[in-house]
């Protein structure tokens, strides 16, 4: 089952980007600075000062259109493809290139640098792997009178994220 979901190169390359359209924690991914930092932000430089907790607001960073375009807010997989692979599987979406923004230094559904998740590469392979053994014995749809847009809008964050429900249906393939 390994090789086989590590040969998949669109559900790799897809499977971990949808987890910046829905982090675990929408309104942080915070450090505390032990020492001074200097954060250079043009025009200007701004100080950092030692023992400062930064929050890093994932949710929304993860879809401003200043690092994820077109559609920064909305689940497009193609967007993780190479260039070609894009114009071919959506080109109304991507056929004028310098309308695409894609800064993976914004990406972080893990966090980033030294203090990143460490169990990313467990959690990653623990994703494809279910995604592969759903759609392999199941059809999936969400459940009849249910609208996507409701479940986003179900979302509530008070430092504790609420979901609202989800009602997917599964049925064993035949």
């Known amino acids: 089952m390994n090789h086989f979901v590590c040969s998949l190169p669109f559900l790799a390359e897809v499977n971990v980007r949808p987890k910046g359209m829905m982090v675990a924690r929408p309104w942080d991914h915070s450090r505390s600075f032990g020492i001074p930092v200097v954060t250079v932000t043009k025009p200007s430089n701004s100080y950092v000062p030692e023992g400062t907790t930064v929050l890093i607001p ?3 960073l993860q879809r401003n259109p200043r690092y994820f375009a077109p559609l920064a807010d909305i689940f497009v997989p193609e967007r993780w493809l190479p260039t070609s692979k894009q114009l071919e599987l959506e080109p109304a979406i ?3 290139q310098s309308k695409v923004v894609q800064n993976l230094d914004a990406f972080m559904p893990f966090s980033a640098g030294p203090a990143n998740c460490v169990g990313k590469n467990l959690a990653l392979m623990e ?3 279910v ?5 392999q014995k199941y059809d999936m749809r ?6 996507p847009k409701q479940w986003e809008d179900d979302i509530h964050d008070f430092f504790i994220t609420l979901k609202g429900r989800l009602p997917v249906v ?3 393939r035949k």
């Open 58 to 60: 994932t949710y929304g």
């Open 94 to 96: 991507f056929k004028d």
């Open 127 to 129: 994703m494809r792997m």
């Open 131 to 135: 995604v592969c053994l759903i759609m």
């Open 142 to 147: 969400f459940e009849d009178g249910f609208h």
């Open 170 to 172: 599964l049925t064993p």
